[in-house]
């Protein structure tokens, strides 16, 4: 049974969680492209992007800033996996065979708030265990530069330890305009995984 306290710190956390990533959206949404209208700024929303900006900040966001980075063309596959990550896995997330548990849309931001909700976005994954998560970039065809947040994302995804591979989306997923991200375990889960196993291991 959960107690009072534990319930009010997993509302607590929860209520953390949408204050620093507040566009996340559920799996059932429907993944738009580039023509959808950007988000109206919205007092709650604009604080929301200046206090995730103040946190980066202080956390020390080691994200590149736009002008480090190598742009990419709107219609390209963006495409990476670490060393170690096996072939099988890989193809797995290239044919969105995953389950996608958080999303993020990009829509309507500027580089440095992309900058700063991509950064917390993929942390707070991590701290929740979740393994595969789509971001929304949009194809930046009619953008000057063209695909520039999409060029970001691609850069920020290989910068951050916590991922181990992305591909872009399926067509029904998004396509070329959002990129499906698959992130490492947090300690806690590796931890949770070697007890389990050394328990197995002691019963033989």
Known sequence: MVSGAEAM???NEGDLFRQ???????LKQTVRGDKRPAAKDTPGLIERRRAAQELGNKEGNYLARQEHI???KPWDLLSF???????GVFRSLKQGKYVIDATIDLHGRTVQQARQEVF???RECVERDIRCATITHGK??????PALLKS????WLQQMDE???FHSARPQQGGSGSTNVLLRKSQAQKDKNSEKFNRKTSRK
């Open 163 to 165: 991922v181990l591979a």
């Open 9 to 11: 710190s997993e509302h």
């Open 120 to 122: 917390h976005f993929l």
């Open 20 to 26: 620093f990533v507040g566009d996340v959206k559920p």
């Open 140 to 145: 930046g065809q009619h953008r000057d530069p």
């Open 81 to 87: 996996k670490r060393d170690g990550v096996q072939h």
């Open 152 to 155: 970001c994302v691609n850069h």
């Open 70 to 72: 190598s742009p990419v």
